[in-house]
């Protein structure tokens, strides 16, 4: 069972300290706890899906504990600048463009170039600032069931399978956060929330964009061609042909590894963990190194597998047409 703590100035230095460890904290934030893990850190981020039991990568909202950790991490319009002045902190998520070359790794925003930004109310800007780097948190909650808006409802859903649970009492929003994304003069509600669509439209003196539910929340972590390499993709491959790259998993190889063009072993040991915390990043630099088709070795289902099959299958995918993408972003 995991440990419970409050949050006095004890309990915060408690909980940056299992942060920059590596481990999974649950904190309180003002509209559900959050399942939280140093986003600088490929193998805590893939511990959050791991908890979760979600069958697949989606991005994740990254945690800020003011505006200008944000601006380290992100390209801050004067729109978005605007809704951060007059709701940070608060129940409104913004996504932004990410700086290139930023630490936070490429699994939280589930290998796009853009980042959901927040920052929260409360203990968890003081975790952050405490830590000095961003925290990814998804609602503290097994997938499929319902937010965690208390700290025995984590402890009951999630408490076997993460270290620390900070209380704070019972959230006060209880809904997670609105989501919205500025583009060009308009602003997108990609996802209703905590903080309302008039609050937001009083503020920009305008009206805010719906835009299609299905699409805007789940397609952009999901869409193949958002992922899509510009090499083939082979999976679950016995042999590697003349010319391919190898994505390797494990401690032993496939017949003609030895003079793949190209090649990247997701773990050595056979860690699903591992394997998801280098998953973006081992695709972008076989699909760099200039192979036309990257082959995979066969990866288990259990676990974290179920959601790195699904994500390859998507890379995999025959690619859908860039207007699709276009429509989505
Ligand atoms: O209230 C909340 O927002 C809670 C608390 C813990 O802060 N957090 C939360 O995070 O709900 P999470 O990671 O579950 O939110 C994920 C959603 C995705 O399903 C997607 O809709 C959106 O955030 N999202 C994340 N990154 C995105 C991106 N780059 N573009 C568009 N949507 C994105
Ligand atoms: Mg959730």
Not at 243 to 261: C, N, T, Y
Request: hydrophobic letters at 45%; a negative charge; glycine letters at 8%.
């Amino acid at each position: 069972m995991a440990r419970i703590i409050g949050t006095d100035e004890q309990a915060i230095r408690t909980a940056a300290d299992a942060l920059a460890a590596g481990m999974l904290v649950a904190i309180p934030t003002e509209t559900v706890y959050g399942l939280a893990a140093d986003a600088t850190n490929g193998n805590a981020v893939a511990g959050i899906f791991e908890a979760k039991g979600r069958p697949h990568f989606n991005p994740l909202i990254c945690h800020v504990s003011d505006i200008a950790m944000a601006e380290r991490y992100a390209v801050v319009d004067p729109l978005s600048r605007r809704l951060m002045n007059a709701f940070w902190p608060g129940p409104l998520t913004v996504v932004l463009p990410l700086r290139p070359d930023t630490d936070i790794h490429p699994l939280v925003a589930a290998g796009l170039d853009t980042i959901a930004l927040r920052m929260p109310r409360g203990v968890a800007a003081r975790i952050i600032a405490a830590l000095d780097r961003p925290l990814a948190a998804p609602s503290a909650n097994t997938s499929g069931r319902i937010s965690g808006t208390s700290a025995t409802a984590v402890e009951d859903d999630l408490g076997g399978r993460i270290a620390l649970i900070l209380d704070a009492g019972p959230s006060e929003v209880g809904l997670e956060s609105t989501i919205v994304k500025v583009d060009g003069n308009t602003v997108q509600l990609l996802r209703p929330g905590g903080l309302a669509a008039e609050d937001i439209e009083a503020v920009i003196a305008g009206t805010l964009k719906r835009i299609d539910q299905r699409s805007a929340i789940e397609a952009p972590g999901m869409l193949a061609s958002h992922y899509a390499p510009l090499a083939g993709v082979r999976l679950n491959v016995h042999e590697v042909r003349a010319g391919e790259a190898l994505l390797a998993f494990g401690p032993q190889r496939v017949s003609g590894a030895k003079a793949a063009a190209a090649s990247l072993n997701l773990s050595e040991t056979g860690d699903l963990r591992e394997a998801a915390a280098n998953l973006f990043d081992y695709m972008k630099r076989l699909d760099a190194s200039g192979s036309a088709v990257i082959a995979v070795e066969p990866i288990p289902f259990n676990g974290l597998g179920e959601a790195i099959n699904d994500r390859l299958v998507r890379a995999a995918a025959p690619r859908t047409s860039s207007m699709t993408v276009e429509q989505i972003k």
